[in-house]
């Protein structure tokens, strides 16, 4: 029989269905930013995680030593707030009451004199550090240690339905219990359960836990039912609203880039993460990276693309390696990624809280502006990444993938500064100052990462190209039909299959998603054989919202990017303030010349950029806004 509590959590289900946002058929302008604006995710998340640091074998000790030190040491002062408990703190759900139960064992201060189980304990002695405090939970029944075995000693005990740990079926009631009682102000979802729990899982085959369907087929995103996984995470989201009525709560996604995640999450949730997990290893860590660094236009104030947890501290990022540490570091704080630290923090050096500490690189990923810094230079060895910052000065991060150390020619042209007039450059690693005119040449130790603040004169006076400005857009629709892998990404071994398995192999959808100064292919942008080195490349029917506040008029050339693998198609530009038409080109074809658009967007607040095929197609062609800007 269907009870209320039942009734309440399928109708949560279906009102966040309804609440899903427009339909994929949906170019039509609506004046609205349509993005995931809850929670409190302006800037990326900092804090401290327990998973990368100690998996299952976590403990109330442990959890609050980290917490200690990031007090003690200056990183809480630094802007690490969350201190986050991942998968192994539950013992079991109170089947009677449907109450989670902490394993109080390791968790003692859980435990209640009326033989009940609460976190507040916990979360008020972090609050009471000045801290806050994040809880780990999975969509499914079942966690990800049940549903792959890791962390056996750690995992829930009990009957089947005791062991059903997970948000599912549970979604209203255990977000009450997590944010009203207990105090959590942050939450990792993972998705586990929702994945694993079919009726091969030998677990599932011996009755230990209840088989489930998988709705996410990590291999195969034609067996995903994205809107099943869109549904449940939507769900969490309005339960998390229902249950913080002050706001104050980060949702963190944890589908590791499978079902077409990395376009999608940013209408669900704060943070998410954009692949499988990272491991203390130099491959792994590139791996990470490429899953989010080119994504720059998916990731703004509110939503920010998640490559995983620091690993600062462990294996190839460990002591012995400051090198790698910092460009791991430097990386994730460039692309704004969440810095989440997984380091038993007992066991750092001076050297080690500098790095995590470094004043300079946090200030970058925590810039206002919330720009994802933008590929300028890009290859399998040397990557530039720039990033424009709320005073219009940029952010240079020179990386080196190899273990040779490289020459690397810097200029003006990658900042989108005047080759004529002089760019200083601070080191935020060393701290020392250097100028240069038009070009300079660097070099790179092997794995290094050298970050400057530039200052130089704006190639662009008066306004802004759009590609400086990834925070202020989103891509409400990116023309994508049909989700393809993403081929661009660094195949690491995975650790914990080594080479047992038949490899890494492209698996994140996305492939075509619309960029920042690159075709939606990763191209140069290029309309009949003129290039572009600023501007949007998207596939046509697609639709960006872009906050143009403080802007009095848009200008672009636009036209079919020279990538397009048909010449057949003709598509039609538009240019919207607040809904309503503002420019319009003509049809335009493969080789067209590029055509002006311009608009006065003066009082604007929310400009949006439409791209329309002339017949109806499921192979949008690749579509420029070359040098589009909003001037003032
Ligand atoms: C994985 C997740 C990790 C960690 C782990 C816990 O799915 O990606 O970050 O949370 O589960 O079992």
Redesign the pocket.
Known sequence: MIGPRQLAGIAACVLAALALPASADELEPTGEWSAYDKGKAQLPPMGWNS?NAFYHDVDEEKVLASAAIIVESGLAEAGYRYINI??GWWLKRDTQTGRMVIRTATFPSAALPDGRTSFRPLTDRLHAMGLKAGI?SDIGRN???QTFG??AANNPAGTQAEREVGLYDHIDRDIRLYFEEWGFDYI?V?G?GIRGMGADNPNVASGIYRQFDPIIDFDSISRTDIPAVQALFGAVGAALERHNPDGDFLYSL?I?GAADVRSWFKDYGNIS?TSD?IAPYWGRMLHNLDSASRRELYAQPGNWNDP?MLFVGTGDFGALHPVEARSHFSLWAMINAPLIIGYDLRKASPEQIAILGNRALIALNQDPAGNQAVLAFDSEEIQFFVKTLADENKAVALFNRTAQPLEATLTAKHLKFTDDAEIALTDLWSGESRAFTGAEELTLAPHETRVFLARGTRALPGGMYLSEMPGRINVARDGVIHPEPDPMIHRAIVPWENTRSAGERPRYTGWGGARADASPYGQVLRIADREFTAGLGVLANSRLEVRSGGFGSFSALVGMDDSAAEDDQRIRFEVYGDGTLLAASDWIGFGDPASELKADTNGTEILELVIRTETSTDRPPPATWGDAALMR
């Open positions: 998973w991942d998968d780990y966690s990800c240690g890791h962390g990792k993972d586990c944890c590791w993460r997990d995983d």
